[in-house]
């Protein structure tokens, strides 16, 4: 190529039509297949400790009272960290609408608007639970 540009490699057959991602964007991020491959195999791995942290801190603020307990005792800001870190590690893999949608809800828990976290919050779980069955042949 000229000027030393990079080819862009190939997508991996099996990579091709993995829903709810765009996998020339996350490879563009990752480098190669198999960089890409391996950061996809990590983020399903690591799907079940975010689930799991994004539950406690929503389910421990009793988001359906809208409770300012759970701001006072600094649960706002376990939450806000969880789907910041999530928002960036879907959007690495090209999960963009992920990604989009936890920024959504790290805006709502830096607002403090516990109406939106509450009502948006399983969506996200549910999402994320879907990208790791879609990632489960990895």
Known sequence: PPGGARVPEPIPEDLRDLPDIDVARGMSYCGTGQV???TLFLFREQIPGRLRRIRQAWDEGRWEDYDIQFICDGRDEDYVIEVHSLKSAARW???????DQAEALEMAGRSED???IASDTPALLSRCQAL???LSFL
């Open 114 to 116: 516990l109406e939106t």
């Open 93 to 99: 893999i090209g999960a963009m609408d992920l990604g």
């Open 36 to 38: 890409y491959r391996k």
């Open 132 to 134: 790791n069955e879609t």
